[in-house]
């Protein structure tokens, strides 16, 4: 491993700074609700984002900003969506402008996102107000109240930074993400900001981008709705000094194999407080034919209500997976299926060649009353591999969509 784990989140690269302040989109004045991020130097910049047909205004802006593959600055609220309003593409725009003005840039420069309750118009003069001060409180240590800031129903912040060397040189990329509902494939990170030092090439930077989400966040779900404003970006201002990766070279292999690691880690955060979440659930398949047909599977499992709400009860349902095995649309000989269930209370083979095998219905009490689960599945039908990560479903996700918007 190339890499090492560290603090800093989004501002532990060189010449970030951060800051997160309430400006009053949300009634809860103990609640930052503008977050902005800001590099000292022009970036080299990609995005992805959400393949929901009905996309927030700000992704729209967002993309227009980032066609000529630089940026320099993130400004995001939390509490209002500014999706399906007549006025969102022209508040998201405002919002680069006042961006623009308080920190000296192009409003082209700007990436802009915006994260809450569909359908409300965006007020902005609150913002107006907030971003100036969000400017003045720019600093290197400024991650976390970025990362609170841009939280909904969220109920701890995600925020990591990794470290690694590239050419001599020694290379950060920091990142906080927001994440607890309306989270499915394609896209499923809700709102994610990368920052990293290392010199990069704006199209390395897609390439990486696209393949960490495919890996992470897209192999998330919690609740099976794909969200309107999902938004991952990646700035990459090159003050590392290493030499510019601008092909999939050496460097590019670590420099990937690090950004993979943090979205991943990432992943398991926002799938860890999924809404009303008491478990983080982790399918791990292997033997699949290939990749893909690995990554369509796993993501039928971690996808199935049924098997999330046997896992909120600690019920060892083995042929929900199976079900939901057979029904993910790929190509699987199930009589060769093996399931096994695991944490740190033990591992627990429940099925053997789809079909069952006897357990102990109170020692598969313990390993799955666990606060991380893995659900094993094994197909000996190749070396396909794949990872997805989710969460149970519980009565409190249900109180909590059930008067979000009031």
Same mark, same amino acid.
């Given at each position: ?12 690269? !060189? ?5 997160? @302040?309430?400006?009053?989109? /949300?009634?809860?004045? #103990? ?16 995005? =992805?984002?959400?393949? %929901? $047909? ?19 600055? =993130? ?15 022209? $508040? ?8 623009? !003005? ?104 897609? $390439? ?6 495919? $890996?992470?966040?897209?192999? @998330? ?20 000094? %290493? ?21 991943? !880690? ?50 060892? %349902? ?20 093996? =399931?096994?269930?695991? #944490? ?33 599945? @094994? ?18 996700? @249900?109180?909590? %969509?059930?008067?979000? /918007?009031?």
């Amino acid at each position: 491993m190339a890499y090492t784990f560290i603090e800093g989140g989004v501002t532990a690269a !060189q010449g970030f700074t951060a800051s997160g @302040v309430h400006c009053g989109i /949300r009634r809860n004045k #103990s609640k930052a609700d503008l977050a902005l991020i800001f590099s000292e130097k022009p970036c080299a910049a990609a995005g =992805v984002y959400t393949l %929901n $047909k009905v996309k927030g205004a700000p992704i729209l802006v967002t993309k227009r900003n980032l066609q000529n593959g630089t940026a320099q600055a =993130v400004v995001c609220n939390s509490g209002n969506a500014n999706t399906c309003n007549a006025d969102g593409e022209e $508040k998201a725009w405002r919002m680069c402008e006042i961006t623009g !003005q308080a920190l000296g840039l192009d409003p082209s420069d700007i990436i802009v996102a915006s994260t809450g309750v569909i359908g409300e118009i965006l007020p902005i003069e609150p913002i107006e107000e907030g971003v100036p001060e969000a400017a003045k409180e720019l600093n290197r240590f400024g991650s976390e109240a970025a990362a609170m800031a841009i939280m909904t129903t969220d109920t701890v912040k995600k925020e990591v930074a990794v470290e690694l060397e590239l050419d001599g040189k020694k290379v950060h990329i920091g990142g906080i993400a927001k994440g607890s509902g309306m989270i499915h494939p394609n896209m499923g990170t809700m709102l994610c900001f990368l920052t990293t030092d290392a010199a990069i090439s704006t199209p390395m930077v897609q $390439k990486a981008l696209q393949a960490a989400a495919d $890996k992470s966040f897209n192999m @998330v779900s919690i609740d099976g709705d794909t969200s309107t404003n999902d938004t991952m970006t990646l700035m990459a201002n090159g003050m590392a000094g %290493n030499t510019l990766i601008d092909s999939e070279n050496e460097d590019y292999g670590l420099f990937y194999e690090a950004l993979e690691a943090m979205c991943i !880690q990432l992943a398991r955060m926002i799938a860890a407080d999924g809404e009303g979440a008491s478990r983080l659930l982790v399918c791990k398949l292997t033997g699949a034919k290939d990749e893909e047909t690995a990554r369509v599977i796993a993501k039928a499992v971690i996808c199935s209500s049924l098997v999330k709400a046997a896992m909120f009860g600690a019920d060892a %349902n083995w042929g929900r997976v199976l079900c939901a095995i057979g029904y993910s649309g790929a190509e699987v000989d199930v009589t060769k299926v093996d =399931v096994s269930f695991a #944490s740190k209370a033990g591992t627990l083979d429940v099925c053997k060649d789809g079909a069952g095998i006897p357990f102990d219905e109170d020692v598969a009490k313990k390993v799955l009353l666990e606060d991380e689960v893995d659900i094993i599945v @094994v197909l000996h039908d190749g070396e396909g591999y794949a990872e997805a990560y989710g969460c149970d479903l519980t009565y409190e996700y @249900v109180r909590i %969509n059930g008067d979000y /918007r009031t």
